[in-house]
T-cell receptor
């Protein structure tokens, strides 16, 4: 069966520090991968998605970047965190663009102080 | 603009009462609509989608294109239904690229 792992679960980082959140999927190949963020009082917003290794699409302008160095690995990064980067980050995968069911990780609660 | 609106942040009902979680959307085209649910300390997961036309855990949702709504309903709420519910939409061939509403927290009291 397929599983998705996301870590860490919680993170407190100072303003200006770098960020790296990692997500891996097991049990499937060539998944579509996604990073979502939920800011306080708002719904989940799609940040990035990837349909293959090295292929990243950004949905909103922001201070973050994403990379997909391996087929089942998706990384969310920042060189210098801002206070506004605080939020709940969710990684997700789907089988392909035709299959619209998304499977989510446990999420990372990021607090920038 | 593409948007999903869930007007209620919190909905509180008593066990056995009917429940309706509202969802309205704005989308130019024919979207696919979903309800996702997150129970306490669990992952966000798919509850149901409009194309399946099925009842899951007693919940149903009908897509009303005229009113651009996709309300989630259950005739008799149970305490285990307490959770965070998100309405979401996806365009054709968009995979897991979902537009989510703000979410509604459902609290079912004994």
């Amino acid at each position: 069966s397929q599983t998705i792992h996301q870590w860490p679960a919680t993170l407190v980082q100072p303003v200006g520090s770098p960020l790296s959140l990692e997500c891996t999927v097991e049990g499937t190949s060539n998944p579509n991968l996604y990073w979502y963020r939920q800011a306080a009082g708002r719904g989940l917003q799609l940040l990035f998605y990837s349909v293959g290794i090295g292929q990243i699409s950004s949905e909103v302008p922001q201070n973050l970047s994403a990379s997909r160095p391996q087929d089942r690995q998706f990384i969310l990064s920042s060189k210098k965190l801002l206070l506004s980067d605080s939020g709940f980050y969710l990684c997700a995968w789907s089988r392909d663009l035709k299959n619209t069911e998304a499977f989510f990780g446990q999420g990372t609660r990021l607090t920038v102080v | 603009a593409q948007r999903v609106t869930q007007p209620e942040k919190l909905l509180s009902v008593f066990k056995g009462a009917p429940v309706e979680l509202k969802c309205n959307y704005s989308y130019s085209g024919s979207p696919e609509l979903f309800w996702y649910v997150q129970y306490s300390r669990q992952r966000l997961q798919l509850l149901l989608r409009h194309i399946s036309r099925e009842s899951i855990k007693g919940f149903t949702a009908d897509l009303n294109k005229g009113e651009t709504s996709f309300h989630l309903k259950k005739p008799f709420a149970q305490e285990e239904d307490s959770a965070m519910y998100y309405c979401a939409l996806s365009g054709g061939n968009q995979g897991g690229k979902l537009i989510f509403g703000q979410g509604t927290e459902l609290s079912v009291k004994p």
